[in-house]
């Protein structure tokens, strides 16, 4: 049996990874059309500020391992067909593979800006190692950066380079930062935080060209022209599935391939993981697209098990979310009040703000708590965070608490450690809940 | 109506303030037999270590506070008796005052070591803060301290003087620290750590005498003699309820206080919270005793409220802990492996390593995660861990997981924030229920 998986991202690679071990006689392919596998790119952005060394260091496995692994990765290699009746895949050397199983993992590509200039030299889209390490060359001699979109990676963009000693502007169309996925009040206080760091924040601000002969020397937003070195583009990301448009799979409405919880395409034989699929929101079942490397990660030991005759389910998503934005971290889980309101969800909303260690214990921190609950079942179906310690393993505990349907009074009255340096006396989620249970009997 | 508390701990003070809340024309009145409430005795260790500054900072609430909230504190005043038939309480100074509500919240005593030399001078058991202040000054003149049971308070007042600058001895007749809450496995790494810092352990050691004349100098083990210049005895606690007993209040198989989920005792119109009670434990219904001083708190607010005429419940507990020991942090929730082989409580063990961040980005630290189960039902019934930060958050997140019957391929399988400075590709947790899962397959 020959499993072919297109993508060597976390998606690709978690599902080479599991048909492997599934399928031990299998013969496990995998095509990129990169020099690398293995890697993490959403360590970038902390490359470029400094606080990780080199790029070299964000490789967890080195070629050697996936040959030893007995997975025969085929590098720069691209895929320009799915052949759905023949079952083989053709290369553009004009190749053809066979497969017996296929796990389509394209991952994303960035919308383009559609504006003049979208192709100046000095325009860089953070995505491939070995560009981002010739960008960071680049950035050697740049004194100003501007960077597009407030997207989760636009803004850990924006704080590294800022941390560099760049002046660093960004430039976002939204009133608040990561306006797709948090709410403004969570984001104000990361707002205040980032523009301390040296960024100046363009909101309400859109790009209207990027201005320059060969190279980019300056970016015209609706707020005026902003000299530059250097643009950084982190645009809202799409799913990357024209081969399996042009094999005939079904694609959803947010453009990501349509799949069963096997992973299982509408193709029999065919799986797909990562960011060229969508997934069902948990309790909504609404189709979401565009998650994190932990998901594409999870989704492809999925895809992997299933194409290697394996059983495995994913479940709907609740999508747990967090980043450090200067000197705090912001994080959620299921619905924010603003998506909520957008999708007329029925929700009740309620705050709290607690500490993250005793109050008289040096080093402790605010954390503000905002969850939302079914007005008739008080079941908590989202909430989301700003702090300094602990916002992931809270985002992480939201997510559960919203996909086991636990309710407000369930986390109004929670046990909690209590120890002076790393717990306060009541969980500051809680108090998030203790807010929000006021606000249900008024209600 | 005159709603009348003994004990300004967490319970009292948490029941006072609830009972306020609730019934706004109640007399509230509080009992202590001390100079103050209102403070953190669990930030003692941490003064003593330097960490906190000075023992004031433990003060949440000064006392003109509480008479504005309408509290009448009654500092300095014994009650000796609490006479049920006529509904009040006997004085020290032999006044008696009427409750038509009492709420007993006269927390624990120390079980006194029955050895030679157990009222010497220089022996001192953390509890109140003005004794606690006078023995800081002691700490000033002294250059060895012998600290007895590796109890939480016991690990923290050693880790304490260790920091301190003390030649430091720990002595305990356990094989290993935390013996009463922690499995060894866990406990290792914090042992050796606890050593790194300057403390000697003296574990499988009882204490046989304290030697001196007037003053202790020397602590006689059953490994030979410890000169010492100061005593700090962390005994185990039991509930201190002589004034409940002589009413004929129900006391239960602890030692504590039989209490209903309303916090009421076995007579008409009184309540108790704190450590002078027991509370069932979750799924097993087998009563515990000695919680935190966060679930103090919380029954105290039960009791109050109830007391006030309000209504609320206090749920079986799952008991999350945690604590910090040198340089790790351990904690866990519901059934470590030695109480639940104890107990007999059937169960399959699991266990995983996982990161706190990503791999590749600085400061990151191991996660160890050991998980119990259910072989039936596969629900979790509690877990243990060891690593350097978010262990609270996450034996938060255990508690809840074991009340809410959560099983071990939602851990397994749960979504999770990956962020590089915050987080890893997989949860620990995650890393934890996968090996358990492994375990169950082959159990």
Redo the contacts between chains.
């Keep these: 049996m020959r499993i072919v998986v297109i993508g060597g991202g976390?998606a690709g690679i978690g599902a080479a990874g599991a048909a492997r071990q599934t399928a031990r006689d299998a013969e496990v392919v995998v095509f990129t059309e990169y020099e690398d596998v293995g890697y993490?790119p959403?360590?970038i952005p902390?490359v470029h500020s400094g606080?990780?060394d080199e790029f070299e260091?964000?490789f967890?496995q080195d070629k050697q391992f996936y040959r030893d692994q007995g997975i025969d990765v085929r590098y720069e290699t691209v895929v320009t067909r799915i052949d759905l009746d023949r079952r083989e895949v053709r290369l553009h050397s004009g190749d053809a593979v066979g497969f017996d199983r296929l796990v389509i993992a394209t991952g994303f590509e960035y919308e383009t800006p559609d504006v003049p200039g979208n192709h100046l030299h000095g325009l860089h889209y953070p995505k491939n190692i070995r560009r981002s390490a010739e960008f960071d060359k680049v950035l050697d001699e740049a004194k100003v950066a501007v960077v597009t979109d407030a997207t989760p990676l636009g803004v850990e963009m924006a704080g590294a380079l800022a941390k560099r000693g760049l002046e660093t502007h960004l430039v976002d169309p939204h009133p608040w930062l990561l306006s797709q996925v948090a709410d403004p009040d969570i984001m104000q206080p990361a707002e205040a935080s980032l523009e301390e760091l040296g960024v100046t924040l363009h909101l309400r601000t859109t790009v209207e060209a990027f201005v320059g002969e060969e190279r980019v020397h300056a970016v015209r937003t609706s707020d005026g022209e902003l000299p530059t070195d250097v643009v950084v583009l982190c645009p809202p990301k799409r799913a990357n599935n024209r081969l399996a448009r042009e094999a005939g799979l079904q694609i959803g409405s947010t453009g990501g391939l349509v799949v069963d919880a096997r992973m299982a395409t509408s193709s029999p034989g065919v799986f797909a993981a990562g960011e060229a699929i969508e997934v069902p929101q948990d309790g909504t079942g609404i189709p979401v697209q565009g998650l994190?490397?932990?998901?594409a990660?999870?989704q492809g030991k999925v895809a992997g098990t299933n194409a290697a005759g394996g059983g495995g389910a994913?479940?709907p998503?609740?999508?747990?979310?967090?980043?450090?934005v200067g000197k705090w971290?912001v994080?959620g889980?299921g619905f924010g009040e603003k998506l909520a309101t957008a999708l007329r969800i029925p929700h009740v909303m309620g705050v709290g703000e607690g500490i993250s260690r005793?109050?008289?214990?040096?080093g402790f921190k605010k954390v503000r708590v905002k969850l939302l609950a079914d007005p008739r079942t008080h079941a908590v179906i989202g909430g989301q965070l700003v702090g300094g310690?602990?916002?992931?393993?809270?985002?992480?505990?939201l997510?559960?608490?919203v996909?086991?349907r636990?309710t407000v009074e369930?986390l109004a009255?929670?046990?909690?450690?209590?120890?002076?340096?790393?717990?306060a006396?009541?969980?500051p989620?809680a108090i998030g809940a203790q807010g929000l249970l006021a606000e249900l009997e008024t209600a």
Excluded: Q
């Design positions: 976390a993490s959403c360590g902390y606080e990780i260091d964000l967890l994190t490397g932990s998901h990660y999870s994913y479940e998503v609740n999508v747990p979310w967090g980043l450090v971290s994080g889980a005793a109050r008289y214990y040096p310690e602990g916002i992931k393993e809270r985002a992480d505990f997510a559960m608490a996909k086991k636990i369930d009255w929670m046990e909690n450690v209590y120890a002076p340096p790393i717990g006396l009541v969980e989620l």
